[in-house]
């Protein structure tokens, strides 16, 4: 069978289309950034920055512009494209973020940091920074990682239990504000009936995954895979046995972990305990 044929010549890459569709809508109305700012209401920069395919915006800048280009729907449909698009993560994180997209139940252990379907923005810039992104990389890498908390949101929002060891929440971030902001989400986002949040003390001792992150997504098919993690590689584990003796390990430490409402206590402890910034 021949290629189909590419009718409008514009790119065929989510993130790239929405960009390319703004700037064309932008210059067919002949208006400048400048005057599009003051139409619609945010500044310049940003509709300059999404143009550039810098940044994908919120969905609330997609809703603004469909109002003013009379495209009602569209462009926020082309924004969800592109932020869902897994094209943007790493080549070797793809497959496991199509895998999670589908889920329709997910269960994490995180040994030293917060999942990506928790973290702040600002979390989510030390995190990768540490990994080596930086300048538009690293803008990018947040705005994909914290696009993803989506996920969790509405009414049809999969199941989320999140299994955090206390050396996760007893590793703040370098700004307290920063880190205060993520413990607030923290327990906020545990008030959602789909997610269930339960810290591991350090006084449950050793436990199997002392090391390791992992994931377990129970996809539509009611099989379960697991994606193991440590600080410099990951791994899609789909063999039966193996994701078995992993969901045993992670069942084990969750009969040893302090219930939700203690979890939320615990988190409100290290709230308690962050800094207050000097007033000025």
Known sequence: MPPRRVITGRSQEPRRRYAEELRLLRTAKGESLRELAKVVGWDASLFGKLESGATL??????????????????????????????????????????????AVNLWHFGVSTIHGLLQTEAYAYEVLALGGAKGKELDQQVEARTGRRKLLEGEDAPPFRALLAEAVLRTPLRDGEAWREQLEYLLEVSERPNITLQVLPHTSGLHGLVSTDVMFLRLLDGATVAYAENAHRGELIEENASVERLQ?????????????????KFITRMLEEVPCEPST
Do not use: C
């Not at 919120?58 to 926020?76: F, Q």
């Not at 045993?248 to 939320?264: C, F, I, K, V």
């Open 57 to 102: 915006g919120s969905p609330e800048v997609a809703e603004a512009l469909d109002r003013h280009y009379g495209t009602p729907g569209l462009l926020l449909a082309l924004w969800e494209l592109a932020v869902a698009d897994p094209t943007q993560f790493k080549e070797r994180y793809r497959r496991y973020m199509l895998l999670e997209s589908e």
């Open 248 to 264: 045993r390990t992670y069942d084990a430490m969750r009969d040893q972990a302090l219930n939700p409402a203690e979890s939320r």
